[in-house]
């Protein structure tokens, strides 16, 4: 099946810092979101972005399908950002298959 | 506020009991799902539903079971939890038109001992 890698697996930032997390796909993908895990367990979808840049408050994804990755932008970090952000790849029947996830902790 | 509710939120049990782990949301959704995350942080998916009387085994294998009587109910069972079924579950929707419009529920953390 297609692989979905991400990096870094841990980021540690001072608050105000800003971070760009990566995601690499081995084959195409017409279905890509982003996820925040925060430290409680909740996940939230961050972003749908197959392809073409979002933005979101201080969150913004960028994915170029041609070239197999995607990025999450999260600037001016706060410690509510604190949490795993993960790279996710569904398919057309719904199903959803995450990668490894990046540990993110923004200290005060 | 998420409209997926799960119970309980953790639970302890000895080996060999039955349990059920509730799932319900209130949206309507017909795309129902549970899927199960490793201390390691990676999720997999272990059941889906795509609407009532339907249910299918996912991409993990697990010994866990699933029904889906009603659209908003979407119990799992564990007919004799044993150790090596301590982990978190979270159970989740999407909408049925479109492939995201994803909704969690907050999890049960499953403890066997």
């Known amino acids: 099946g297609i692989q979905v890698e991400q990096s870094p697996p841990d980021l540690i930032l001072q608050e105000g810092a800003n971070s760009t997390l990566r995601c690499n796909f081995s084959?195409?993908?017409?279905?890509l979101q982003w996820f925040h895990q925060n430290p409680w367990g909740q996940l939230i979808n961050l972003f749908y972005?197959?392809?073409g840049t979002k933005q979101n408050g201080r969150l913004s994804a960028t994915t170029v399908a041609t070239e197999r990755y995607s990025l999450l932008y999260i600037s001016s970090s706060q410690t509510t950002d604190s949490g795993v952000y993960f790279c996710?790849?569904?398919?057309?029947?719904?199903?959803?298959?995450f990668g490894q996830g990046t540990i993110l902790t923004v200290h005060p | 506020e998420a409209d997926i509710y799960q119970t309980p939120r953790y639970l302890v049990i000895g080996t060999g009991k039955k349990i059920t782990l509730e799932c319900s949301q209130t949206?309507?959704?017909?795309?129902m799902y549970w899927y199960q995350q490793d201390p390691g942080m990676e999720l997999h998916l272990i059941h889906y539903?795509?609407?009532?009387?339907?249910?299918e085994k996912g991409d993990l294998s697990s010994e866990s079971t699933v029904s889906r009587i009603r659209t908003e109910h979407f119990p799992l069972t564990l007919e004799s939890a044993r150790p090596s079924h301590t982990s978190q579950y979270l159970c989740?929707?999407?909408?049925?038109?479109?492939?995201?419009?994803?909704?969690f529920g907050s999890g049960t953390r499953l403890t066997v001992v």
């Open positions: 949206m309507g959704h017909d795309k």
């Open positions: 084959d195409s993908v017409n279905n």
């Open positions: 972005i197959p392809s």
């Open positions: 539903s795509y609407g009532v009387n339907s249910t």
């Open positions: 996710v790849r569904g398919t057309s029947y719904g199903k959803l298959t």
């Open positions: 989740a929707s999407s909408e049925t038109r479109t492939n995201y419009g994803y909704t």
